[in-house]
């Protein structure tokens, strides 16, 4: 039998920048909170910040996982590394990333400058599990210049992204039905590059004007604001990905000398706080509840009490449990 690794001797390889720690690491992390691991990466996060984390989002079919590739080999081609985590949905059955991502980036897998990881939504209403911004901090702290997270691009991920990374890009694609509607639909705004993929198309210059022009509709008055950029690319002809680099580059620049950034990473510290505190109070509700919980479910049931009044009871007899589980 192998002997296993303790997470904090894998917490120190790394640091040094080890690529199958940090692999073994991640894989740890997908499975489950075990009270080793969350040791290993509380001393981790000690060594995180330095990573400029980028989203990827945008509606199903626009060519993100494409886009992500090609991205990357304009980072390696500036001298950079990258971590890549993408984000794919749940297998209803065994809860694992189902796409594979890992297969379409496989030209990259053999560059030591890399390092790609699918990872499952596990049925996480924003998209992004606890596991996979657990997997940015190890992908930050082993020394990686930037970290992509690609999302699955449907649903409520976009609000989540916009709140876990530094630099949110928005991808759109032409011919994927009401151009204007996909825009509209709660992503203009959580932007800070846009990105019309498959610019070769004929059709693309309608999608990038109609940009445009809601873009300067929404645009504030005052020096010193970002000013959104709209960066056509097309992976058929191999244009504007180093564009999109130095897009994102400028934004980057934009938040250290504005002082944006600390917002930036005080959000960020939120939404981190907040979805373990959710994941906590779900994994006990499972777990140690039961009998409770159907006490009060059929209380609700009858009207003898509300669905407040329930919850409030619930959480005042997880508190113990919860102080001495964490």
């Keep these: 039998m192998i002997n296993r690794i303790p997470s904090m001797e894998l917490a120190k390889r790394v640091r040094e920048g080890h690529l199958r720690a940090i692999a073994r690491l991640i894989t740890r992390v997908e ?63 065994s809860g694992g990333a189902i796409l594979g991502d890992r297969i379409r980036m496989g030209d990259l897998v053999s560059d030591p400058g890399v390092f790609i990881r699918s990872m499952a939504t596990r049925g996480t209403l924003g998209g992004l599990a606890r596991s996979a911004l657990d997997a940015v901090d190890l992908l930050d702290a082993g020394g990686f210049d930037v970290v992509l997270i690609e999302t699955v691009g449907v649903g409520q991920d976009e609000v989540d992204i916009v709140r876990a990374a530094h630099t949110t890009v928005v991808v759109n694609a032409p011919g994927l039905g009401d151009d204007i509607q996909a825009i509209k639909a709660g992503v203009l705004e959580i932007a800070d590059v846009h990105v019309v993929s498959k610019a070769d198309r004929p059709d693309s210059n309608k999608t990038i004007q109609e940009l445009k022009a809601m873009l300067m509709m929404s645009l504030e008055p005052g020096e010193g604001i970002w000013r959104v950029p709209v960066v056509p690319t097309s992976s058929e002809k191999h244009t504007g990905f180093g564009e999109l680099m130095a897009a994102i580059d400028r934004h980057a620049e934009h938040l250290e000398r504005s002082g944006e950034i600390t917002q930036r990473r005080h959000q960020i510290a939120l939404t981190r706080v907040v979805k373990v505190a959710e994941e906590i109070v779900r994994d006990n509700f499972a777990r140690d509840s039961r009998s409770q919980t159907e006490e009060l479910l059929k209380k609700v049931t009858q009207r003898e009490l509300d669905p407040h009044g329930a919850a409030v009871t619930l959480l005042k007899a997880m508190k113990e449990t919860i102080h001495e589980a964490h």
């Excluded at 509380?42 to 330095?50: H, I, Q, R, V």
């Excluded at 993408?86 to 059955?93: L, N």
């Design 31 to 93: 499975s489950g909170g075990d009270p080793e691991v969350r040791e290993a990466l509380a001393e981790l996060y000690k060594s995180t910040g330095n990573a400029h984390v980028v989203g990827i989002t945008g509606v199903p079919g626009a060519g993100k996982s494409t886009l992500v590739t090609q991205l990357v080999h304009e980072y390696r081609a500036s001298g950079r590394t990258v971590g890549v985590v993408a984000i794919d949905p749940s297998s209803p059955y």
